[in-house]
């Protein structure tokens, strides 16, 4: 079964940085693109960002030149390096596979921009 499991949110003032982390499990992780979302308050979910198995990033226009993707294969987790964070990045954010067309997402975490 395919879980996907995050950490690293929480509580950041405007301008900090935070390091989300995705632990998946089930699958041949090398073999699968990875994808982050968030979802504010009275938002529809949104794309953050995705990464091919091969390595090829792609980012919303919202978080360009600010946030990075990138994966550790040997670890079966894919991160998500957040830089100047301002408050309209407060969400929840999920961790995203496709697997057989079918979609998997973690739980969700906070994360919060806030003086």
């Known amino acids: 079964q395919v879980q996907l499991v995050e950490s690293g949110g929480g509580l950041v003032q405007p301008g900090g940085s935070l390091r989300l982390s995705c632990a998946g499990s089930?699958?041949?992780?090398?073999?699968?693109?990875m994808g982050w979302y968030r979802q504010a308050p009275g938002k529809q979910r949104e794309l953050v960002a995705t990464i091919t198995s091969t390595d090829w990033a792609n980012y919303a226009d919202s978080v360009k030149g600010r946030f990075t993707i990138f994966r550790d294969n040997a670890k079966n987790t894919v991160y998500l390096q957040m830089n100047s964070l301002n408050p309209e990045d407060t969400a929840v954010y999920y961790c995203n596979t496709k697997v057989d067309l079918l979609d998997f997402w973690g739980q969700g975490i906070q994360v919060t921009v806030s003086s």
């Open positions: 089930g699958i041949r992780f090398s073999l699968y693109a």
